[in-house]
């Protein structure tokens, strides 16, 4: 397979990062699949993270970050039992591995990127419209995750565009609409639209790189777009919903009470400080067992795996790196951060799960930048400033 770059990149740790991404995807596909996957991502990981530590200086919060995740987990896994050992090591060193990366690398290759996102497209979309109920994507993941999937992957593809000064088509935005709408799924459905309309307004009215003119063809012509797919929809409205769009149109009472009740579950049975502070074992709580824990918010099922401090870095690290990255004038990746965050308070996609390469990107990058004021945290070896 041939690359052509546009800038000068480590192909080679890259590549390990594409591959691990890739192995946490297929993974999914069986426990056996799953057990390889880790073993792969976790020898790679240690590869990434050694070739990291060779070529660059990191600054002192980094290891921080990575030292609290493994002694939070251990504690976990002694004290509270949330999750076995084994998970706390695929959050915290492989998916670190990863995040850290996306962090150092001075350039990413886009047609990497872009090939392991239309990749991840069409694996998902496959396992979606085979799947033997209209529920179950992977054999312990509901249709949910088609669009958990379809974000957490386009972020390496987005970032990879931005260190390239390169604008993606908004037609991968509209086939992430498609595929989240054939997937049936509320949260998944509105945080694309959301996340459509977001980088659409800020194409068409705010990126100050487009003169008066281009923004009123632009909008013109998505006016135009709008008013014939409302002609669509009028006339085919009947034939579209109810496949569509069920869960929208149908009583969804008993779903939503479910959640809230998951939820209420779970904050009621952090009754004491011991549990408020180092998390408390939800696998534990009567309501939650025929989910085997699942709080169905990554929040707090964070603070499940690592307690008050664990839930606060992680919800500090992405509110700080969407500020930090639109102030910075990376905007859409900026509003992606912001979408991925969203769909983590109605679904667990960290802790984990490949979504956590996000989460670590997004607390390495905001407190190494705090901590080093202005300037980002990496140092080469000759002493010289890396952004």
């Known amino acids: 397979m041939r690359f052509k770059l546009y800038k000068p990149t480590d192909i080679p740790s890259e590549l390990l990062c594409a591959i691990i991404m890739l192995a ?40 921080i970050l990575f030292a609290g995740s493994l002694i939070l987990g251990v504690y976990n896994v002694m004290f509270v039992g949330q999750h076995a050992f084994q998970k706390y090591v695929i959050a915290g060193v ?72 390169i604008r993606i088509g908004l037609g991968y935005y509209i086939l992430i609409v498609l595929c989240t709408i054939s997937a049936v799924g509320r949260g998944g459905i509105v945080c694309a639209m959301g996340l459509l309309a977001a980088v659409a307004i800020y194409r068409l009215l705010i990126d100050g790189r487009l003169t008066v003119r281009q923004k009123f063809v632009n909008i013109s012509l998505c006016a135009l777009m709008a008013a014939a797919g409302c002609v669509v929809l009028s006339r085919y409205w009947d034939r579209i919903a109810g496949r569509l769009l069920s869960r929208f149109v149908q009583d969804n009472t008993a779903s939503d009470n479910a959640r809230l009740r998951i939820l209420t579950g779970y904050i009621d049975s952090v009754d004491s400080w011991s549990k408020v502070l180092l998390g408390s074992n ?11 824990g699942n709080v169905h918010n990554s929040y707090l099922m964070t603070h499940a795996a690592y307690g008050l401090i664990g839930a606060v870095v992680l919800m500090v690290g992405m509110i700080a790196c969407v500020i930090l990255l639109i102030k910075s004038g990376r905007v859409e990746l900026g509003i992606l951060i912001a979408v991925i965050a969203a769909r983590g308070a109605i679904d667990t996609i960290f802790v984990a799960k490949p979504a956590d390469a996000v989460a670590w990107f997004c607390m390495i990058y905001s407190f190494a930048k705090i901590v080093s004021g202005r300037k980002v945290c990496f140092f080469v070896n000759d002493g010289s400033l890396r952004e």
Request: charged share 15%; net charge positive.
């Open 94 to 165: 492989i998916f670190f591995a990863v995040g850290l990366y996306f962090n150092v690398a001075e350039t990413l290759n886009y047609r990497l990127w872009r090939d392991v996102f239309l990749l991840t497209t069409a694996f998902i979309m496959f396992n979606w419209f085979r799947s033997p109920d209209a529920y179950t994507l992977f054999y312990q993941l509901s249709r949910n995750y088609v669009s958990v999937f379809l974000f957490v992957y386009l972020m390496p593809m987005l970032a990879a565009a931005e260190k390239n000064q």
């Open 282 to 292: 939800s696998k534990e709580i009567p309501y939650l067992t025929q989910w085997l």
């Open 24 to 63: 946490a995807l297929f993974g999914h596909l069986n426990p056996r699949l799953g057990l390889l996957g880790n073993c792969i991502g976790l020898f790679l990981a240690m590869v990434i993270i050694v070739d990291c530590v060779r070529k660059y200086r990191l600054r002192l919060i980094v290891w």
